[in-house]
């Protein structure tokens, strides 16, 4: 089975920094795009920040210039180095990626969430 497993939040003040790690795990034959989002209380999910499997980053306005995504392909990993961090900043941080693997024995294409970490940013 495969799965995505984060990590890295916490409570932080406003200024300093956080990295946020995202493992692949379970049958995988490949991990293409992969996404970080966030959820703040009374908010919708956004997208944070994406990378391609070849390490082409795109950023939300929001984190330009402070958030930094990267990729280990060899360890099926990528992070979300966190600069700067501001209170607005405040929410859980989910990671998303499109994996290539094997469920059941059944070559499958799709997309996985991890189970969320919390990032708190006081002011």
């Known amino acids: 089975q495969v799965q995505l497993v984060e990590s890295g939040g916490g409570l932080v003040q406003a200024g300093e920094s956080l990295r946020l790690s995202c493992a692949a795990s379970?049958?995988?034959?490949?991990?293409?795009?992969m996404g970080w989002y966030r959820q703040a209380p009374g908010k919708q999910r956004e997208l944070v920040a994406q990378i391609t499997s070849v390490g082409s980053t795109d950023y939300a306005d929001s984190v330009k210039g402070r958030f930094t995504a990267s990729r280990d392909n060899a360890k099926n990993t990528a992070y979300l180095q966190m600069n700067s961090l501001k209170p607005e900043d405040t929410a859980v941080y989910y990671c998303n990626a499109e994996i290539a693997g094997r469920e059941l024995g059944i070559f499958v294409v799709r997309d996985y969430w991890g189970q969320g970490t919390r990032v708190t940013v006081s002011s």
């Open positions: 379970g049958s995988i034959i490949s991990v293409n795009a």
